[in-house]
C-alpha cells in the first residue's frame, strides 16, 4: 500500500507502521530522518519531478510504501 503527503506520512512514521519504504525529496529528507533514525527503514530520496511520475495526487514530496494488511480468516 502507498501513502503519501506530508502529516499522513510523518504520522505513519511516529506509529508503528510496518513501512518498507521512504521516498522524499532532498527538502524533506532531515524531516523524515527525524522519525525513522531508530527505526530499519528503506529511505530513497528522489526528485520531485521524478515522484510525479511515479505517483499520482500530492505527495508533497514524502511517500511512503507500507506493507499491506493481511485478514484472519
Do not use: C, P
Request: proline share 0%; hydrophobic share 35%.
Amino acid at each position: 500500500m502507498i501513502i503519501y503527503g506530508k502529516n499522513t506520512v510523518l504520522e505513519a512514521l511516529k506509529g508503528n507502521k510496518d513501512i518498507v519504504k521512504v521516498y522524499v525529496t532532498s527538502n524533506n529528507l532531515d524531516l523524515v530522518k527525524k522519525y525513522t533514525s531508530n527505526k530499519k527503514i528503506e529511505i530513497i530520496v528522489m526528485q520531485s519531478k521524478d515522484m510525479n511520475k511515479m505517483f499520482d495526487g500530492n505527495h508533497q514530496g514524502i511517500i511512503v510504501s507500507i506493507d499491506d494488511y493481511e485478514y484472519a480468516d
